[in-house]
């Protein structure tokens, strides 16, 4: 392991280099993230799965950059132009695209004007114009290099300054110099192309747009990498091109007067023109969208944290239903442990359906599994839907209440090959009932089956570089998997894959072990199960529960190499049972053991609650008996609502109503956030106060702010604004009364929904 990597680290992370070379040393013994997480505190010093995954990353991208500083060196070197400045400047760099940037003038090159006009000699006349010497004959020198390739003195003038306009372009000192001047003063602009097809102006917005670089956010940067992609716009920066011609001059052309001059100059206004300028706008514009990209995929993944890890209803007998118009509502009964019990089909709301008779078999399906709650999927006909249920429950006094559940996915897993496995005489809408119901009982076991991408709670997904994307949100799925555990008897190969130390393989094994010998009745038959070693078994054990097995400790967290220990614990504090939370320790006589605390601390909680589950520390779903209608609602009502999805510009907040309304960033604290994620996650209950209403677009402006908080906060801007104002010099405050007025913030985030909404993900 690399010392100065792993010192490197360890400062960036601000923790002790000890800490780092652990986790290092684990990984490459085959521990896996969430196995060191959990189990190995006492050797980290308790670093979580996020720090111990960027542990892990970084120190692989550090060994790359070594490895490609080493390469580039020796590059160099066999050319005989590496000098010790320059492998001190390679050394210095800390990204691997500076250490490209270093390298790029010694780089081969083929096809372009320079690399021609070396490979005809004419390096030597290139550099003796470049040294600007006070007389010369240009013509003369030039006339040296003439041959069956260079054919004329203007030919041979011309390749010289192709040379030199390549050498402005590769000199890595000016292009992070001009590419940090730019990224400071330039603007981003955007203009409507001529031939451009946007009939319903998704990105009018950008037809004539102008924005600092500098200021520009994320989720702009993706919606104009989308319409520049399909076409709509043409994209640009503006900046002053002069000063950078002008610095540049400054840097090759000295004071004394030279006949070069002017070739010179020339050749150096048409690399920064033809090379230098579109490089760094094009690595400018790719920085940002990476920039842009890497957000969203946070966002995305933190989302997906944020749902899987939401609260099951447990202990309840649910009714999935999916809504429909002319093909039908599809109901599917499922029990507490998701198990199908029944499924049924009604007509309420195609022409000439039958609402009372749909009522019926609802009102038979519900008495006869005692159904306690009712799912209802949010898609078409969902309003509909939850009103019928509604009055059901109102005319019948039953004791039932329903939940709208985000259907995004359902039809997906219902066409997939486990689906139909699973339910072989199921029609793909049947299955469909299924999945919402089983998804407000057990949200990760069901949504754990489904491509995340289809889940409905990303931003510009299409637009993400797939192979990023898919890691992260394997990250995320992996962390809430491992955090909530398995019931080994009941879990599905798609939950147990994502067990640590357990892969798509071994998950089939156990789930094959488990349909021919019957249930596990201890943790250590896992090692009988084909495909888990010692070293799998290691790692999965702890995270695997088995209720009501040979071993209570097996039902826990705990891992089986802790168990003497647990015993030890409890004949210390003279404890039979585990499972009261009121349970006290006896502290004297188990300091006698010498367990390290994180350890100990685990399996006190265990002890304590053995059965205790990650998730019910979040909000479950709202559950309802009663609709709500757009009219029923007046600007600065307060709501309880359900966080669908957070992008960069606010959260989508389930209310009850047809469409999510939206809060927008600028209503969600009294202070400045960067990011709606620093206030809402995905999953959240929140309360929220009607901010607008458009009843003709049945649309809903909300605000996690009550109307007194944004008018006090307007207050105290306003406040601010004249205390500024006041201070201001006379010639500043003439030059600001001849700005256009600012974009009305509501107006813009109206037309951006009205026009993007639906296609944020």
Known sequence: ??????????????????????????????????????????????????????????????????????????????????????????????????????????????????????????????????????????????????????????????????????????????????????????????????????????????????????????????????????????????????????LAHRHYLSDRQSDAEQIVTDALDDGIDRLLLPSIENEIRSDLSKRAQDSSIEVFSLNLEKLLSQAPLKGRVVLGFDPGYYNGCKLAVVDETGKMLEVAKIYPFRKNGDTERSKEILLKLIRKHQVRIVAIGNGTASRESEKLVSELIKENGLDVEYAIVSEAGASVWSAQEEARKEFPDLQVEERSAVSIGRRLLDPLAELIKIDPKAIGVGQYQHDLPEKALNERLDEAIMKVVNRVGADVNTASTELLEHISGLNKASASEIVNYRNSNGKFSNRKQLLKVKKIGEKAYEQCAGFLRIIDGEEPLDATNIHPESYELAKAIMKASAIEHLGDPEIRFNDEKIAELSIDPYTLQDIKDCIRMPLRDYRDQFDGAILKSDVLELSDLKVGDELSGTVRNVVDFGAFVDIGLHDDGLVHISRMAKQRISHPSEVVSVGDIVKVYVYGIDEEKHRVQLSLLSPAELAEREAQRKDRSLKKAKNRPYHQKKEETKKEEPINEDEAMKRLLERFGSRYN
């Open 1 to 246: 392991m690399d010392a100065v990597i792993i010192k490197s680290i360890a400062g960036q992370l601000g923790v002790r280099t000890a800490q780092v070379e652990t986790v290092l040393k684990m990984l490459e013994e085959g521990d896996t993230v969430p196995f060191i997480a959990r189990y190995r505190k006492e050797a980290t010093g308790a670093l979580d799965e996020e720090q111990i995954l960027t542990i892990e990353k970084t120190y692989k991208y550090e060994l790359n950059l070594a490895e490609r500083k080493e390469a580039v060196l020796n590059l160099i070197e066999t050319q005989g132009k590496l000098t010790e400045e320059l492998k001190q400047q390679i050394n210095a760099c800390t990204k691997l695209s500076q250490v490209e940037d270093l390298y790029k003038p010694y780089k081969q090159k083929k096809k372009t004007r320079a690399a021609i006009a070396i490979k005809n000699g004419l390096q030597p006349l290139a550099d003796l114009l470049l040294s600007l010497p006070a007389a010369i004959d240009i013509d003369k020198e030039a006339e040296k290099y003439l041959n069956e390739d260079v054919k004329t003195i203007e030919d041979a003038i011309q390749g010289a300054k192709d040379i030199i306009a390549e050498n402005i372009s590769d000199n890595a000192q000016l292009r992070w110099k001009f590419k940090e001047l730019i990224e400071q003063t330039a603007s981003i602009q955007t203009k409507l192309k001529k031939d451009a097809e946007d009939e319903k102006k998704i990105y009018e917005m950008y037809y004539d747009y102008t924005e600092k670089v500098k200021e520009i956010a994320d989720h702009r940067i993706m919606a104009i990498d989308r319409a520049e992609k399909e076409k709509v716009i043409s994209v640009g920066m503006d900046y002053d091109t002069d000063h950078i011609k002008d």
